[in-house]
């Protein structure tokens, strides 16, 4: 049984940092890119960042330079690093898993993902 469980959301101020981390369990998962997407409330649900199995990344425009994620396959975990947040960035932040055939591969949409977990609130206040 394939589980995602993130953890690290809260309330931060206007240019604060925080660091998402999502633990895998029940896959192989140095085989598996990784996703972070985010819905925001009256939103759908939108990616934010990818790495690959080769730890190659891929960020949305909106995130660029302020996000970073990474991925430890000793522990089957994947972190998003996130900085000098913004009210816009508040949503459910999910992780999500797939097995990649292409090891450069970074899928971006939600249907290319297989495995997710249950999200972890982020609220930027000003």
């Known amino acids: 049984q394939v589980q995602l469980v993130e953890s690290g959301g809260g309330l931060v101020q206007v240019g604060g940092s925080l660091r998402l981390s999502c633990v895998a369990s029940?896959?192989?998962?140095?085989?598996?890119?990784l996703g972070w997407f985010r819905q925001a409330p009256g939103k759908e649900r939108e990616f934010v960042a990818g790495i690959s199995r080769i730890s190659s990344t891929y960020y949305t425009d909106a995130v660029k330079a302020r996000f970073t994620i990474s991925r430890d396959n000793a522990k089957n975990t994947v972190y998003l690093q996130m900085n000098t947040l913004k009210p816009e960035d508040t949503a459910i932040y999910y992780c999500a898993a797939v097995y990649t055939i292409s090891a450069a591969t970074i899928p971006t949409t939600q249907g290319r993902y297989d495995y997710w977990g249950q999200g972890t609130q982020v609220i930027v206040s000003s």
């Open positions: 029940g896959l192989i998962f140095r085989r598996d890119a």
